[in-house]
């Protein structure tokens, strides 16, 4: 009989020699590159930092998952609500406007705040995550209805809505400077996001369109799947 200690040292040990192995790997990728191209590490030190992208999706995905951990205790200065009130609002739109500028998505707009027709209809939450009455976090759901979705101007949405029946796009998610790499804020408010779709919102599938850069993101920890590309319009 194995016991139960020795069993998770087994694992632990299995894990490390499956990590060890891709170090190696890479390496040896890096090294050999390095003879090709001689300036390969000398013009950017930091692409050796970036070894998750050189592992196999599933243990990249497997790595991903043990990081994004949601507390049971949550920061007691930390809370997630709907934007209710116009200075509340105006605080997200804000933090989307600043986002998209800082990231190129869109030049610098007068009022300093980014606002979309879908932001007006009825059919679009707004919700925030407000850290000492300061909105630090934000993300919009649009549910589907006699407007459509956003999406709808590049993607063929017919198929999708006959197999999955109600569906909502997740829109204009901004997170403030300082909190960007807070995984306990943006999981948090995603957690609040999912929890709302499905109980409140009444939300059978949920779409979104994403930084590529991002894209593994969604895919290991939210389980999106990419939309296949018959699927865009010409």
Known sequence: ??????????????????????????????????ERDPQFLADSPR???????LLPRWLRYRIYRSLATVPLNPPKDLILKLAQTKEELEQA?????????????????????????????????????????????TVSV??????????????DMARLRKERGRIAEISSLAIKTEYRHDRETLLLLIKFLYEYCIHYFGVDCMVAVVNPKMADFYRAILFFEVMERGNVKE
């Open 47 to 53: 692409k050796t930092k970036k070894w998750p992208s």
């Open 142 to 155: 649009i549910r589907d209805g006699a407007f459509g979705l956003p999406l709808d101007a590049i993607f």
């Open 1 to 34: 009989s194995v016991k139960t200690g020795e069993l998770t040292a087994n694992l632990k040990l299995r894990r490390s020699q499956i990590f060890l192995k891709y170090e190696e790997r890479i390496d040896s990728a890096c090294s050999n590159r390095q």
């Open 93 to 137: 739109l804000r933090l989307l406007h600043d986002s998209y500028v800082g990231a190129g998505f869109m030049t610098p707009h007068p009022s300093g705040m980014r606002v979309t027709p879908y932001h007006a209809l009825p059919q679009t939450t707004t919700l925030i995550a407000l850290r000492n009455d300061e909105v630090v976090a």
